[in-house]
């Protein structure tokens, strides 16, 4: 291993290559500047990554035909890219990334990492995302470094040895921060009804966003909660320092919060350096629905962009146009409904766009991806309540679902559903 400059480290890339990114806050974003420096020099780079936070400058329109990526998650600061056909998406199931690696699938040439400087006995923290990482560096011909003194140490199965590194680049660059916006009346009523089904004792899996937070404002009088999720963000924290979430009832990882990887404030980039309760896990261990299903009271808590009255489920996309990606979705919704007693919850407002349009819909928008089946929904939570379809038909589901939908909406979903012999 070489401790080198960024630029020298990244020198090495060449034409027709294909490089895998360290993601979400542990973008190596000197990494990535120095190749885009080197950009013009190169043709056909591919650069695959899950979102990663921070500038996207291998995405900007001059570097086409230099620099593409390939994502196997779709980021808001890609977006544009993907949909103007400047970079490339992959559907796949997060818990299915390392195995597309390890398979050869995925091929990579190079890896650029964002890691903690070497320990005494020369290992290396991944700091804020494992995810698919250990598999990438494993796989990878050329694995690049940044040693970055401002990445907190997680522990667990995090660690990579210099041995397996082939350049290291000193930084001192904090983990990209995230912030989760304010939380409306439609979130706050959302979070109680998610909370009110969840019982003492349950494990949790939660994304990041407005209603996650509203949801963990509204479990402060819940005992024993647990947590086994692919993401870790601030409001998790606040309820381990409540004593709400304690993982003390867990059935694997007993006192453990397990967890992918992270996004939020340095507060909670704080709380988990070096903290022995937070154990870092790659997505295939996470995502797994084995795993998952083994928690007896298994919460799943995601999201959507549109829920037609049969009960499928869209995520990732707005009609043709990509929004993010399959991501753990069907992981944690079929693990949590083979659970025991497991709840998999969809929570999303009733509209969008300030109301123009219902998210509960007569049916999804013409090239609408299915990120959750309709045999595999089970709880539907809007601001307007729960409806429960596991088990019912077409017809109770419409029924259910309109219950749920904003009053504005309703008369034109229940005309659809009765032409349809849906009602």
């Known amino acids: 291993m070489r401790i080198v400059g960024a630029d020298e480290a990244v020198s090495v890339i060449q034409s027709g290559q294909q490089i895998f990114m360290h993601g979400a806050a542990a973008t190596p974003s000197v990494l990535l500047d120095a190749l885009c420096r080197r950009a013009p020099q190169l043709q056909d780079v591919k650069i695959v990554h899950m979102h990663c936070e921070g500038p996207h400058p291998h995405l900007a329109p001059e570097m086409e035909g230099h620099l593409l990526h390939r994502a196997v998650f779709i980021g808001p600061n890609a977006r544009q890219a993907v949909n103007e056909g400047r970079a490339e998406f992959i559907p ?190 790659p997505v295939d261990y996470t995502n797994d629905t084995a795993i998952i299903r083994r928690f007896k009271r298994m919460t799943a808590i995601n999201s959507a962009i549109e829920v037609d009255l049969t009960g499928q489920v869209c995520a990732d996309s707005i009609g043709h146009r990509m929004y993010s990606g399959v991501g753990g979705q069907m992981d944690f919704m079929r693990g949590a409904a083979l659970a025991e007693e497991g709840r998999a919850i969809i929570a999303l407002p009733s509209t969008a766009a300030d109301g123009k349009f219902s998210r509960i819909t007569n049916s999804l928008k013409e090239g609408a991806g299915v990120t959750t089946t309709r045999s595999h929904v089970r709880t539907v939570v809007t601001e307007y309540g729960v409806a429960e379809l596991f088990g019912q038909s077409f017809r109770e589901r419409a029924k259910r679902l309109i219950a749920i939908a904003h009053p504005d909406f309703r008369d034109e979903l229940t005309a659809y559903a009765k032409q349809y012999h849906e009602l």
């Open 92 to 281: 796949v199931f997060l818990s299915d990334i390392p195995r597309l690696i390890d398979s050869g699938l995925l091929p990579l040439d190079a890896v650029f990492a964002n890691m903690t400087p070497p320990d005494e006995h020369g290992f290396c923290s991944l700091g804020t995302s494992v995810d698919t990482m250990l598999t990438a560096v494993r796989c990878a011909k050329t694995v690049i470094a940044q040693f970055n003194k401002s990445m907190p140490r997680t522990l667990g199965d995090s660690f990579v040895h210099i041995s397996q590194i082939d350049f290291g680049v000193e930084v001192d660059q904090p983990p990209y921060k995230y912030s989760s916006g304010e939380i409306g009346d439609v979130e706050r009523r959302i979070g109680e009804f998610v909370a009110d089904l969840i019982p003492d004792e349950a494990t949790l899996q939660m994304g990041i966003g407005a209603i996650p937070n509203a949801v963990g404002m509204c479990l402060y009088d819940k005992k024993d909660l647990g947590v086994h999720t692919e993401m870790f963000t601030d409001v998790l924290v606040d309820l381990v320092e409540r004593g709400v979430v304690t993982c003390q009832r867990k059935e694997i990882n007993c006192g453990k919060v397990v967890t992918a990887f992270m996004m939020g404030s340095q507060r909670l980039y704080n709380f988990v350096d070096n903290n022995p309760m937070v154990e870092m896990r």
